[in-house]
């Protein structure tokens, strides 16, 4: 039977515009990115994670493909499990495992790939690039250039709702600035991909799941309650990083 004009294009336009409703998620905002494996992590690198003592982590580390001597934080900064592809890694709490570690690598791959491959935004080049002192609501954000954080930032939103904040250059966050969920928003659906460098400012804190095609670095002090994944290294000063509940 032939469907009414009106019915087909109403389709085509919860399709073109993202709809959470149209991809069957039960909050605003695109569909989550799946994390896979990956998910497990606080912090996962595949080139080395940098450490100035004392650092706080909750949650599981690792590192793949290189040596786990290439993790530098020790067994008392974290609470979880660090995970490593040899017997090089911190000691005596390392679990050398490359096959697990193997495949929490490509999935974070694949989740960046997921959340880059996003398209038909809500919003394309928000502020110029620079977000800090607005209210970003849930939605797929798109920016081609660099992103700035210079001021205080909020997302506000339902716990189920979610933003995927594609980012072409680098993520730079200002010190002393805050990453500030409301309205019942969660950290885990949060998803910041960005193809270039990410630097937390010192004593900044941050909200979501950096996706980082490159490296990622928290100054002195800086927190995160969410997941640090980037696909070269990530370098810590003293931080928190807290991964978010599921």
């Given at each position: 039977?032939?469907?009414?004009?009106?019915?087909?294009?109403?389709?085509?336009i919860?399709?073109v515009?993202?709809?959470?409703?149209?991809?069957?998620?039960?909050?605003l905002?695109?569909?989550?990115?799946n994390?896979?494996?990956?998910?497990?992590?606080a912090?996962?690198?595949k080139?080395?994670i940098?450490d100035?003592?004392?650092?706080?982590?909750?949650?599981d580390?690792?590192?793949s493909?290189?040596?786990?001597?290439a993790?530098l934080?020790?067994?008392?900064?974290v609470?979880?499990?660090?995970?490593v592809v040899?017997?090089?890694?911190?000691?005596p709490?390392?679990?050398?495992?490359?096959?697990?570690?193997d495949?929490?690598?490509?999935?974070?791959?694949f989740?960046y790939?997921?959340?880059a491959?996003?398209?038909?935004?809500?919003?394309?080049?928000?502020?110029?690039?620079?977000?800090?002192?607005?209210?970003l609501?849930?939605?797929?954000?798109?920016?081609?250039?660099?992103?700035?954080?210079?001021t205080?930032?909020?997302?506000t939103?339902?716990?189920?709702?979610?933003?995927i904040?594609?980012?072409?250059g680098t993520?730079?966050?200002?010190?002393?600035?805050?990453?500030t969920?409301?309205?019942g928003?969660?950290?885990?659906?949060?998803?910041?991909?960005?193809?270039?460098?990410?630097?937390?400012?010192?004593?900044?804190?941050?909200?979501?799941i950096?996706?980082?095609?490159?490296m990622?670095?928290?100054?002195?002090?800086a927190?995160?309650?969410?997941?640090?994944?980037?696909?070269?290294?990530?370098?810590?000063?003293?931080?928190?990083?807290?991964?978010p509940?599921?």
């Amino acid at each position: 039977m032939t469907k009414p004009l009106m019915w087909t294009t109403a389709l085509v336009i919860m399709a073109v515009s993202g709809s959470a409703s149209a991809q069957g998620n039960s909050g605003l905002g695109p569909m989550p990115v799946n994390l896979g494996t990956a998910g497990a992590f606080a912090i996962l690198s595949k080139s080395g994670i940098t450490d100035v003592y004392a650092s706080a982590i909750v949650g599981d580390v690792g590192t793949s493909p290189i040596t786990g001597a290439a993790l530098l934080l020790t067994c008392g900064e974290v609470t979880g499990k660090l995970y490593v592809v040899d017997a090089a890694g911190p000691l005596p709490c390392a679990i050398n495992d490359a096959t697990s570690l193997d495949s929490a690598v490509l999935d974070m791959g694949f989740a960046y790939d997921d959340a880059a491959g996003r398209v038909f935004p809500d919003f394309t080049e928000l502020g110029a690039g620079e977000i800090g002192g607005l209210t970003l609501q849930p939605g797929l954000y798109k920016w081609g250039t660099s992103l700035l954080i210079t001021t205080d930032v909020t997302l506000t939103g339902g716990p189920d709702d979610v933003w995927i904040l594609q980012v072409a250059g680098t993520l730079n966050q200002a010190n002393g600035t805050r990453v500030t969920l409301a309205g019942g928003a969660r950290a885990k659906n949060i998803f910041w991909q960005v193809a270039g460098a990410v630097t937390l400012g010192t004593t900044a804190h941050f909200e979501g799941i950096v996706l980082g095609k490159t490296m990622i670095a928290a100054n002195t002090g800086a927190s995160v309650n969410g997941r640090l994944l980037a696909q070269t290294a990530v370098t810590l000063q003293m931080n928190a990083v807290t991964q978010p509940a599921r």
